[in-house]
């Protein structure tokens, strides 16, 4: 991997910070280095250092793409590759980040680990999310973590049914419905009671978000199946869709969401020292086992 992008934090200094130190280091390696035209002016790097770009264009054409800053840059760096090829490497600078999960301490004794082609990639399953509405398309995107139905500040709770391949599932009143990815299972799906689920299986999550029944209960699908939501004619008035946390929608009473497994998958790259466990130990505080 000799041509490399970064995308950045802005708003945090230490990542802009990070940034000039990493893109100053890969251009000693002899590396080819691209960075965002925003983090080139608040760094000063100059251009025989990094190639500015526009966000959406710097994945292009890149080997590799290091995101530094928190999952929410994460996030923003898979929507500027889109169904592009590019894998993405995350580093953390501080908060919890299950998606940046190299430590800041350790970013560039990983690079040089990837450098020299100590590193496994991990493929990540995406959703395809789209509305319907009086019977046409009028929303589609990918998301990577999840797609969340919900109600506005002071609505009353939503009325939603759920089917699956045209099989109904449960109807819910609640405050709304996340459909999470594996990915996605530790993020909001987390803190609403769902699971953890590995990111290599193939399963989509159902977690109702405060349920006015306690029936109403978590669900990991299969991940080949059609997933429908429908909002209810009587359902509450001031209602919305949101994506990956960053994208919101209005929606109607009657709207339907449509969610399935994209054809598409996102590149992962992890250091070769680095597995799903040890990042779900340091980033949970998981006790290490102990010794007989």
């Known amino acids: 991997m000799r041509d490399i992008g970064i995308i950045t934090k802005l708003s945090d200094p230490k990542a ?3 940034t000039a130190q990493l893109a100053k280091w890969l251009h000693k390696q002899g590396c080819k280095v691209t960075i965002t035209k925003e983090a080139a002016q608040d760094t000063g790097i100059a251009k025989k250092i990094a190639t500015p770009l526009n966000q959406k264009e710097l994945p292009i054409g890149r080997d590799l793409v290091v995101v530094i800053g928190g999952d929410g840059t994460f996030i923003a760096a898979f929507r500027a590759v889109g169904s592009a090829d590019t894998p993405l490497l995350g580093i953390n600078m501080g908060r919890l980040g299950f998606l940046t999960e190299v430590p800041q301490d350790a970013m560039l004794s990983t690079m040089a680990e990837v450098l020299e082609g100590r590193y496994h990639i991990e493929k990540r399953m995406l959703l395809s999310v789209s509305i319907q509405r009086d019977d046409k398309e009028i929303l589609k995107h990918l998301v990577l973590n999840d797609a969340v139905i919900h109600k506005g500040a002071l609505a009353r709770m939503l009325e939603l049914q759920v089917a699956i391949d ?6 819910s009143r609640a405050d709304g419905l996340i459909i999470a990815s594996p990915t996605g299972s530790t993020a909001y799906s987390l803190s609403a009671g769902g699971p953890i689920i590995h990111p290599a299986l ?3 999550l159902l977690v109702p978000i405060c349920p006015h029944t306690l029936a109403n209960r978590p669900i990991a699908v ?4 059609l997933i429908s939501v ?3 004619k009587e359902s509450s008035q001031d209602q919305r869709l949101t994506l990956d946390g960053q994208t919101g929608f209005p929606l109607l009473n009657g709207d339907k969401i449509l969610i399935k497994k994209a054809k598409h998958k996102l590149k992962v790259l992890h250091a070769m020292n680095r597995n799903y466990y ?3 130990r ?6 290490e086992q102990v010794g007989s």
Do not use: H, Q, Y
């Open 282 to 287: 340091d980033k949970l505080r998981w006790g």
């Open 202 to 204: 193939n399963t989509i």
């Open 278 to 280: 040890s990042v779900l």
């Open 166 to 171: 045209e099989l109904f599932v449960f109807s």
């Open 16 to 18: 802009l910070k990070a």
């Open 230 to 232: 429908t909002l209810c």
């Open 222 to 225: 299969p991940g080949d199946g």
